[in-house]
């Protein structure tokens, strides 16, 4: 049988600050297990608050935080032996990362289509300019934008909702197989943000790409997730069936942020930009 596409498994990261005076502990993350199968893409949540680890566990599934104990696997291979540039390079190729802000993913002095060929020549066989341009047109046009409307541009020229679709697209252009999602629709205006929750699932049944999607959000985790976790103080409180969980929670706290939630919910369904989003059953 073959690996799993992601296997998380009891992983903990501890922070320690101070000295042996003052010292202070942080457990941010703690027995955090779940996995994502490879032949069944899925939009996979982590829901919580600020604080709850969400973040965190991102960094590790990502490999730029190493677990304090447990161990994370990607198609079967342990994060920790993926030390040489060239299993690096090869697990980014697979694995990519959008982040909550756009403007601060970009740099405001480089044209955002140079972050696209560079994308294409670090992460592809693309060894041409002309090569690398036809890669970033072919990505771009997943999200519904192409390179003719992006070459030459600034990313202060750009609304953030078309900036976070070129960091989707930056993200796609190596093809993978999973994107880490962190607050990816936060900072956008709300009648924007469901151009960017409507590509994620487009990924998800269209090109085959598993999605981590990290948010507070649940009125959008609703709308998107297959399964989710909940999370409080590093710990996974609840998890399961998306539409289960948020219909009826059974944690205390799961109970308080669908309580928090309702009248943000109100507000998704008045919105006739969000028409499309089912209201969370109650």
């Known amino acids: 049988m073959s690996p799993n596409l992601l296997d998380v498994e009891n992983v903990n990261k501890i922070f320690t600050r101070g000295g042996l005076v003052s010292r202070r502990v942080n457990h941010a993350v703690n027995d955090v297990s779940f996995s994502l199968a490879a032949d069944k ?3 996979f949540t982590i829901i919580g608050e600020s604080g709850s680890g969400k973040t965190t566990l991102a960094g590790m599934i990502l490999n730029s935080v190493a677990p304090t104990s447990g161990r994370i696997l990607f198609r079967g291979k342990d994060l920790r032996e993926v030390r040489s540039r060239r299993d690096r390079l090869e697990f980014m190729s697979h694995v990519q990362a959008i982040f909550q802000n756009p403007f601060d993913a970009f740099n405001p002095l480089k044209r955002v289509d140079r972050y696209l060929f560079s994308a294409a020549q670090r ?3 693309s060894r041409t300019s002309e090569q ?7 990505a771009l046009r997943k999200v519904g934008l192409s390179l003719a ?3 030459g541009r600034y990313p202060h020229e750009m609304s953030g909702g078309q900036l976070q679709r070129v960091a989707i697209a930056r993200a796609l252009v190596s093809n993978p197989s999973l994107i880490v999602a962190d607050e990816p629709v ?3 205006d709300a009648s924007l943000r469901m151009t960017v ?3 994620f699932k487009k990924l998800r049944d269209e090109l085959g790409v598993s999605i981590i999607y990290i948010t507070h959000d649940l009125a959008t985790a609703y709308y998107i997730s ?4 909940i999370m409080q103080k590093g710990r996974v409180v609840e998890g399961g069936e998306a539409r289960t969980v948020l219909a009826a929670p059974q944690h205390p706290y799961s109970i308080k942020l669908r309580q928090a939630v309702l009248s943000v919910d109100e507000a998704w369904r008045d919105d006739s930009s969000t028409s499309d989003m089912p209201a969370m059953a109650t």
């Open 41 to 43: 893409p899925e939009v």
């Open 123 to 125: 992460f592809t066989e």
């Open 132 to 138: 690398a341009a036809e890669r970033a047109d072919e």
């Open 149 to 151: 409307e992006v070459r």
């Open 186 to 188: 936060s900072m956008i």
């Open 197 to 199: 929750i409507n590509l």
């Open 226 to 229: 297959d399964r989710l976790i």
